[in-house]
């Protein structure tokens, strides 16, 4: 029997080697990466630089993914798959003509707003949600087409209810949890998560503390109960793991994730005045060596070894085959 | 037999649907195509963007090429097959990094210099040529790396030298002719073609009369009885068109062309004060559909069919499938 895949469907660690090489402890075949928080196209394309440089000094350990296949080489080869991502459309502008440079350099997933308002569509901590915007809707055509993944992570519930309705290929929501298990404003409805699984759609599970019941001090037992629950929402084959682990991130880093250039105050977004840097991981998940905690958490759980394979990086793998390429018209 | 392909080695012409459907009449398998001539990286995606509706408009008759496979797709489909070349380094701007992102857009051809003295380069108009910078040989090796062509159509003939000298791959000559039969600026010397020629290199031969002995007036018969002397300069092998065609450009063009943003007065270029416009090109070829003529002249001028095959389209084959991969080291 050929083992499933490993794949974290997000990171975004203060990227070197050390952690490439725990990667390959961790038996990590995959992981999308985010490349742009606030960055423009020009300093998107900064950032795909920097990467091309870590390509070329570690091709024994990393490469760039871009399709499906990629995921097998990774295991083939003993490497990982590094795909592309953008938590903002701020990488796009004003240009749709942006989405598919942007794909054709090997961005597969973005975000169609960060938490704020956008261009696109309305973000989490938005006092109010209007939808998708005339622009976003026109967007999300064309990521449909040219195999660009709408992620809806840090997103308001009617524009991820309308992303849904609007794209006419599944979307997904790369890392956040149940609102029921936890309700953060980040967290997402029974409502959402039971529409994103009918129509196809992904959840990544994360570990980023805000998002846990317990905060830091979450429980692994607690968290895969919450998977267990969240497989008879929406299905067995929706769910994955999107741990947002930030390894080795100053604090300064989750301030530029917040208030990027958009206030000169300070926001909080999840933390607060008091705690305002990067919360401690899990003592179960420290690092990509830590997977197979997760793997063993969700047997004590219940879930069958199909379960666990669909959801540590089988179902990952066949939601990039399907969404990855351009957009075959029936 | 499997008959050869048809390359055009360099066009820039005001792109329609009337030109794509005059490549298809003509057999033209695939075409170098300019997309910048003063355009920063920004401007140059935006030019990229402006084929990407091109090819998603016109599927049917062309389509973006990337590898030499894709000249082979393209006779299959009955298609042309477009590859992306620069004419100036300003696309990549100061970032050494952007060689390898414009190689992943599609770039597959850049001058090193367009003219005038880059900040890789000196261009054939300066007074003093001054060889490769300190970046140029920095960016010559980067190129050599990941597969992206370099182009010394418009360089001084010690920076070409340079050029030939430092570059671990071929280099090539898309647009000019043998300074022997016509001394323009932009023509090559005898010394220079030979060194090309030895090191694998190649020359397209320009239609562009300001580079035809007679310009406009220029016969059928010189043009190809000088490809023949070349042929014996050198080599069979190393030959091949570049038409610089520029058909239906407005004049404002070529004044973009030679002016830029680089002055406020108006240079001429290969033109004058009294013939500042697009010189009437050859009876003889007017547009795509005339590349027939061409194959007639050399069979007349006493080429061999295999040598007719090379320069028509076999020997660009061949550089293609050489020259746009990844370096493979010895």
Known sequence: MTPQPLIDGLQYANWSEKIFRQMREGGVDAVHVTITYHETFRETVANIEQWNRWFERFPDLIFQGRTAA??????DTGRTAIFFG???????????????ILHTLGLRFMQLTYNNQSLLATGCYEDDDTGLTRMGRQVVVEMNRVG??????HSGERSTLEAIEHSS??????????????PAL??????????????????GFSI?????????ACSLQSFCDMI?????LMGPKNIAIGT???????????????VGRWTKAIDYGEGSADKPGFPPMPTWFQDNRHFGAIREGLAAAGMDARGIDGVMGANWHRFYADSFGPQVRS
Chains 1, 2 share one sequence.
């Open 70 to 75: 990629d995921i097998d080489r990774a295991r």
């Open 86 to 100: 953008s938590q903002n459309p701020s990488c796009m502008e004003d240009d749709i003509g942006l989405v598919e």
């Open 148 to 153: 660009l993944v709408v992620d809806m992570s």
């Open 169 to 182: 290929r599944p979307i997904a929501i790369t890392h956040a949890n149940p609102h029921m298990w936890h």
């Open 186 to 203: 980040r967290n997402k409805s029974d409502t959402l998560l039971r529409a994103l699984g009918e129509t196809g759609g992904m959840l």
């Open 208 to 216: 980023y503390p805000h998002h846990l019941a317990g905060g830091s």
């Open 228 to 232: 267990v629950r969240t497989a008879d």
């Open 244 to 258: 947002d682990l930030c390894q080795d991130q100053p604090d300064s880093i989750v301030e530029w994730m917040r």
